[in-house]
């Protein structure tokens, strides 16, 4: 009897790709051709795309270069002589392309000219690290993959080698191995702009003698020469755009005077950025002691004023407690770092006092000590706040990473978001946007699930149930402020590689800049965990209304070859 269930599953796994097209791709082609047997012509097509799939810039031409590219690809016509057209499956084809209908575009889009303060930034922390904070390898290897994949802010923790006499990059105070700070220049010059042409900033945590911030200012320079970019005056006034900064290298890190006591010359007093938070939840770890004079530090040689001149956003936080560090001068900007846990606490104290920090100064957010495992935490409430560097750890995976990657689709992947407009203004009255206030729903957005394939060719015959074939439903969720947060969920549908659902699920969204539209595909297990077949998280305000191919992705984030699925989406 297993031989027979396993023979009949694997007739069933080949006996694919005669799926119906949906209900509604029917009844789009005869509105549109004119009926089931009729020929859509390029005309047809411009129509559609314009008034069923809300694309005003269509043209014509358009339409023409999608028909040649559907029946070059499915019926091999090369020909330009004929007027070329498509049929019923020829259109379902269409739609069903990920290349040639996708869901979001992939080309950057944003005004990309107002100060980097206006923008979310797609930030990493402690980039060289490539398993957990505490024993993993120090490598070059993770800095190449995230910028690869668009990350903008690289993190590096600079520490003395054992002969002191080296830079090393490695998780100071923990067993992690290092690894050269001039090869992971080298790595990230190489790779900085493969992904995209806007600034790579460069936070460094810097635990290194002055002799030391001597040579990392020589290898800074050597390495990147014009590439580099820092401003002739010591402090910005105000952040210059993307735009200006296109394939430049930006540092950011604390000023030297504020690391170093003349006694400590080995650094074992600098503690990064990330390891203690105050009472008021703002780093001690960078404060200098307020009582200290001039004296007490460490006499600048010129190669530590270079170093101090190569930082372009200075870090850091003035004394006082947290209202005091989120006070906004007037004659420079700067950036502020918080723990997650510190972040919950200050915008629960003082939130609006948050968004006004951030609509002109940086505020970078980064996991809290506890995470060695290297997860991540949830980035909404920071970005709800205007907080731009939200730092992550990307080895991992996992819902928030998968949220992560999920916003930075937005705007051709370039890895700079334009944060919201309500984010950046101050009313009549002086008063910024109150992230508690009860709000309406701006705008409803309406998905229907039609249906998925593309199991089959990427996985094993016997990788979700070892005897018979998949048991398939899809969650849909809206994860963006919280009283957008909503989940639902597709039926099941037993035993079968090509599930179809056509199933309809609102969402209301008080906040669509900022709501992320996940979705995520199990096999039904009734004896154990589910199983995962596949994820995506699209960026609301980005998402293209009408029907769209919709990729997914494994837990690591990487796109499977085949599988995606056929979805539509309204907004009202």
């Given at each position: ?48 795309l314009v008034e069923f799939q809300g694309d005003q810039t269509a043209s014509l031409a358009d339409a023409q270069r999608i028909v040649e590219h559907v029946l070059q690809r499915r019926h091999h016509v090369i020909t330009k002589l004929t007027k070329h057209c498509l049929t019923l499956d020829d259109f379902y084809y269409y739609l069903f392309s990920m290349d040639l209908n996708p869901s979001i575009s992939d080309q950057v889009h944003q005004d990309m000219r107002a100060p ?133 290298i930006i540092i950011s890190t604390k000023p030297p005077k504020e690391y170093l006591k003349s006694k400590n010359v080995k650094g074992e007093n600098s503690f990064s950025d990330d390891e203690t938070d105050d009472e008021d939840g703002v780093d001690t770890s960078e404060s200098e002691s307020s009582e200290s004079d001039d ?278």
């Open positions: 009897m297993g031989n027979y269930r396993v023979c009949l599953c694997f007739i069933r796994r080949f006996k694919m790709s005669k799926e119906e097209p949906p209900p509604d791709v029917k009844e789009a082609f005869v509105k549109y051709a004119g009926g089931v047997a009729a020929n859509m012509t390029a005309e047809h097509l411009r129509s559609f980097l303060s206006h923008y979310y930034i797609y930030t990493s922390h402690n980039t060289y690290l490539t398993g957990n904070q505490l024993s993993s390898d120090s490598s070059d290897v993770p800095i190449i993959n995230a910028l690869k994949s668009g990350v903008r802010v690289v993190e590096l923790d600079l520490w003395p080698n054992s002969e002191e006499d080296e830079i090393d990059v490695l998780h100071g105070r923990t067993l992690t191995t290092p690894v050269e700070f001039v090869r992971c220049l080298k790595s990230i010059k190489e790779n900085a702009f493969i992904a995209s042409p806007y600034p790579v900033i460069i936070t460094l945590e810097d635990h290194l003698t002055p002799d030391l911030q001597a040579k990392a200012a020589e290898y800074i320079k050597e390495t990147f020469g014009d590439m580099l970019f820092f401003p002739e005056a010591e402090y910005l006034q105000e952040f210059p755009s993307p735009e200006e900064l296109k394939y430049r004296s007490d530090y460490e006499s600048y040689t010129t190669g530590v004023s270079e170093y101090k001149r190569l930082i372009a956003i200075h870090a850091g936080k003035p004394k006082g407690g947290l209202k005091e560090a989120l006070k906004v001068g007037a004659d420079k900007v700067r950036r502020l770092s918080l723990s997650e846990k510190a972040l919950k606490k200050a915008t629960k104290a003082h939130g609006k006092d948050v968004i006004r920090f951030t609509q002109k100064n940086m505020l970078r957010i980064y996991p809290k000590g506890t995470r060695v495992n290297s997860s991540n935490y949830k980035p909404q409430n920071a970005w709800l706040h205007g907080a731009q560097m939200v730092a992550f750890n990307m080895q991992g995976h996992g819902k928030s990473l998968s949220l992560m990657r999920g916003m930075f689709r937005s705007n051709g992947g370039c890895g700079y978001v334009k944060k919201p407009d309500f984010l950046l203004t101050v009313d009549a009255h002086g008063k910024v946007f109150d992230p508690t206030a009860n709000l309406p729903v701006k705008r409803t957005l309406k998905v229907k699930v039609y249906m998925g394939v593309g199991w089959n060719l990427d996985f094993e015959n016997t990788h979700f149930h070892l005897y018979s074939p998949p048991d398939f439903y899809t969650k849909i969720g809206i994860a963006g402020a919280p009283a957008d947060e909503l989940i639902k969920k597709t039926e099941i549908k037993e035993e079968t590689w090509s599930p179809v659902w056509n199933e309809e699920f609102t969402f209301p969204l008080t906040i669509p800049e900022l709501a992320l539209l996940r979705i995520d595909v199990y096999s039904y297990n009734i004896s154990d965990k589910d199983v995962f077949g596949g994820q995506n998280c699209l960026p609301v305000s980005e998402v293209k209304p009408g029907i769209h191919a919709v990729p997914l992705f494994d837990r690591k984030g990487s796109k499977y070859s085949s599988v995606k699925l056929l979805m539509r989406f309204e907004f009202s």
